[in-house]
């Protein structure tokens, strides 16, 4: 893989935001996959996608930015998003100054939470007029927070030993967060869905409603592939399915297991066989 081009960006509440970006070398598309990791908001880094992953994207001709975003719960919903279409808003604006691009033809890719916040950014871009996505990739994703599931407690996670407070206590930091490894961090997601209070590190006391979309907006959206498990612990399989039917011209693929970020291991042939489905999928529905 060719080593990435790293770019910085300031948010209007002074939050660092980094981007990593990588030039396909042969075969050319001029269309770049935005990248959204995930990490329920509250974990992950933007250059976690697996190597193998990022090559096929570069190697079937399309470029690769990764991007950051802030992490709850030391930045609410609110920032978070705003920060998302923010740096969005910067990538579409500097196309040729800093990104030395062609054309702004772009596709949103998300993995989990990364995909809730391009479900996010999609509504923001119809209601704003703003140049939309050619394509959206959600894999795992949700577009509502106020689903039962996100909002009690998690059976899956509570078979896990429980987190103490304190341990707690020493990963929240007292500044924005936007890179925050699953290993340093993935306890507060543990013991948020433990708790069923994930959603109230994001939220607040906000009624996460406002924070979801009703079925009308999905239908104004563009492709979409999606891809989940049957058996997601941390995202019902449901979730999936219905955006699937809500989305036009969206494309489904059914991976049969207990899985959540399935692809997260790179010797899972289900992992290779969706990442293949998703470059025939672009290549059939917007490569012209």
């Not at 119809?126 to 996505?133: C, F, H, N, S, V």
């Amino acid at each position: 893989m060719n080593k990435p081009e790293f770019i910085s960006f300031v948010t209007e509440d002074n939050i660092k935001l980094n981007l990593n970006l990588h030039r396909a070398k042969n075969n050319r598309k001029n269309i770049t996959i935005l990248y959204y990791h995930g990490g329920g908001l509250l974990y992950g880094v933007r250059d976690d996608l697996p190597e193998i992953y990022i090559n096929q994207f570069l190697n079937s001709g399309y470029d690769f930015l990764a991007l950051d975003y802030p992490l709850a719960p030391e930045s609410k919903l609110d920032i978070i998003l705003k920060s998302a279409c923010e740096i969005l808003f910067f990538y579409l604006e500097n196309l040729d100054k800093v990104f030395a691009l062609e054309n702004n033809r772009y596709v949103l890719f998300g993995r989990s939470a990364g995909a809730y916040l391009c479900f996010m950014l999609c509504d923001r871009l119809i209601k704003t007029e703003a140049l939309m996505p050619m394509a959206i990739i959600s894999l795992y994703g949700y577009a509502r927070l106020d689903e039962v599931q996100f909002n009690t407690p998690n059976n899956y996670y509570n078979k896990l030993a429980s987190v103490p407070d304190k341990s707690i206590e020493k990963i929240i930091s007292d500044s924005p967060v936007t890179y925050g490894p699953m290993n340093l961090r993935f306890a507060l997601y543990i013991k948020a869905r433990q708790e069923g209070t994930w959603i109230k590190h994001l939220c607040g006391k906000k009624d996460p409603t406002k924070y979801s979309l009703d079925d009308e907006k999905l239908k104004e959206f563009p492709p979409t592939i999606l891809a989940a498990a049957t058996l997601d612990p941390d995202v019902p399989y449901k979730v999936t399915k219905t955006l699937s039917k809500l989305i036009p011209n969206s494309y489904l693929i059914t991976i049969y297991k207990e899985a959540h970020d399935f692809d997260r291991d790179v010797n899972d042939e289900s992992g290779k066989a969706t990442y293949e489905e998703i470059m025939q999928w672009l290549e059939n529905t917007i490569v012209m």
